[in-house]
């Protein structure tokens, strides 16, 4: 059995910035897996769509998604997780799988709230990879909002509609607009045998419309109380990039982004959001948006109910 600590360095000390390290060291060891366990087996199983964290050529982590009729995914033996899907067209996905590479997935369920985290080594093959699991994980289910997604055989055609090192209005217009958003993170060893279990991680990010602040290319974000894991934050403090993946779930469009990554602790700023225990700052450094393409529609929205008392950015 491994001593060594469930938590990286990174992790470990925004978790002693926010006084909970402690506690942290006791939950990890019962919580992180090096293997998925039957009802995580089962869940990804069920689902009709998969996020993805890779890192590119550059150390760039980017936010991606696979989706495909539920069965897709399955999993032979608890240490094992096969994707039956191909990179989305234009996703950066199709440049940064490959074989062995570092790859981190969330299973998610919209409408449950349900959501499961992992990550681990891809091996390629014909139909699509197979995962090898280093680590395994649940997340509690605060600020996801509740829509269903129904696979949709025959979706538009996806079209590349911009892409740059600036955002275009489109893009502002569909952050401000935006009630979730995903973000790829990585340990800077991510292709370190040593360190696989602490390879590429990916997560989610909830809020009422507009909780997403853009001002040109800068992007500002609560971050809201929640597992106190600090993977995201704790692989920022390591390596201060981030991919996201936003998704209009009106159109099917997509909007991936790269950025430099920060957090901020104290000041006006921050005590102008209620309910933010700190802010993550992104500072966009290359977009791609791409219309169609995607096979889910998705129904009516419920708000979480987690987000009942929190604030929002002042009016300008």
């Given at each position: 059995?491994?001593t060594a600590p469930?938590f990286?360095a990174g992790?470990?000390?925004l978790q002693?910035r926010?006084?909970?390290?402690?506690?942290?060291a006791?939950?990890?060891?019962?919580?992180?897996r090096?293997?998925?366990?039957?009802?995580?087996?089962?869940?990804?199983?069920?689902?009709?769509f998969?996020?993805l964290?890779?890192v590119?050529?550059?150390g760039?982590?980017?936010?991606?998604?696979?989706?495909g009729?539920?069965?897709f995914?399955?999993s032979?033996e608890?240490g094992q997780?096969?994707?039956g899907?191909?990179?989305?067209?234009h996703?950066p996905?199709?440049?940064?799988?490959?074989?062995?590479?570092a790859?981190g997935?969330?299973?998610?369920?919209p409408?449950?709230?349900?959501?499961?985290?992992?990550n681990?080594?891809a091996?390629?093959?014909?139909?699509g990879?197979?995962?090898e699991v280093a680590?395994s994980?649940g997340n509690?289910?605060?600020y996801?909002?509740?829509?269903?997604?129904e696979?949709w055989s025959?979706?538009p055609a996806?079209?590349l509609a911009?892409?740059?090192?600036?955002?275009?209005?489109?893009?502002?217009?569909?952050i401000r607009?935006a009630?979730t958003?995903f973000?790829a993170?990585?340990h800077?060893?991510w292709g370190?045998?040593?360190?696989?279990?602490h390879?590429?991680?990916?997560?989610?990010?909830?809020?009422?419309?507009?909780?997403?602040?853009?001002?040109?290319?800068?992007l500002?974000v609560p971050d809201?109380a929640g597992?106190q894991?600090?993977?995201?934050?704790?692989?920022?403090?390591?390596?201060?990039?981030?991919?996201?993946l936003?998704?209009?779930?009106?159109?099917?469009d997509?909007?991936?982004l790269?950025a430099?990554?920060?957090v901020?602790?104290?000041?006006v700023?921050l005590v102008?959001f209620?309910?933010a225990?700190?802010l993550?700052?992104?500072?966009?450094?290359?977009?791609r948006?791409?219309?169609g393409g995607v096979?889910?529609?998705w129904g009516?929205?419920e708000?979480?109910?987690?987000?009942t008392?929190?604030?929002?950015?002042p009016?300008?």
């Amino acid at each position: 059995m491994s001593t060594a600590p469930a938590f990286h360095a990174g992790e470990r000390a925004l978790q002693a910035r926010a006084g909970v390290q402690s506690r942290m060291a006791q939950i990890g060891p019962l919580v992180m897996r090096d293997h998925m366990p039957e009802q995580h087996r089962t869940f990804f199983t069920s689902l009709p769509f998969v996020v993805l964290g890779s890192v590119d050529a550059h150390g760039q982590p980017w936010a991606s998604m696979l989706a495909g009729a539920p069965g897709f995914m399955g999993s032979p033996e608890p240490g094992q997780l096969t994707v039956g899907a191909h990179p989305l067209p234009h996703d950066p996905l199709a440049s940064t799988l490959r074989d062995g590479a570092a790859i981190g997935l969330l299973g998610i369920q919209p409408h449950t709230r349900r959501r499961n985290r992992m990550n681990g080594l891809a091996h390629l093959n014909d139909s699509g990879f197979t995962v090898e699991v280093a680590q395994s994980f649940g997340n509690c289910p605060k600020y996801i909002q509740a829509r269903e997604p129904e696979w949709w055989s025959d979706p538009p055609a996806a079209h590349l509609a911009y892409e740059g090192a600036d955002l275009d209005e489109a893009s502002r217009a569909m952050i401000r607009a935006a009630d979730t958003f995903f973000i790829a993170t990585a340990h800077p060893l991510w292709g370190s045998s040593a360190e696989r279990r602490h390879g590429v991680d990916v997560s989610h990010r909830g809020g009422t419309p507009g909780f997403v602040k853009v001002e040109g290319n800068g992007l500002t974000v609560p971050d809201f109380a929640g597992n106190q894991f600090f993977n995201t934050l704790g692989n920022m403090a390591l390596h201060p990039l981030a991919g996201l993946l936003l998704l209009d779930f009106h159109t099917g469009d997509r909007l991936y982004l790269a950025a430099r990554a920060s957090v901020v602790w104290q000041g006006v700023e921050l005590v102008s959001f209620e309910g933010a225990q700190r802010l993550l700052r992104l500072e966009v450094t290359h977009v791609r948006r791409v219309q169609g393409g995607v096979p889910l529609r998705w129904g009516p929205v419920e708000r979480s109910p987690y987000l009942t008392g929190l604030g929002e950015w002042p009016a300008v």
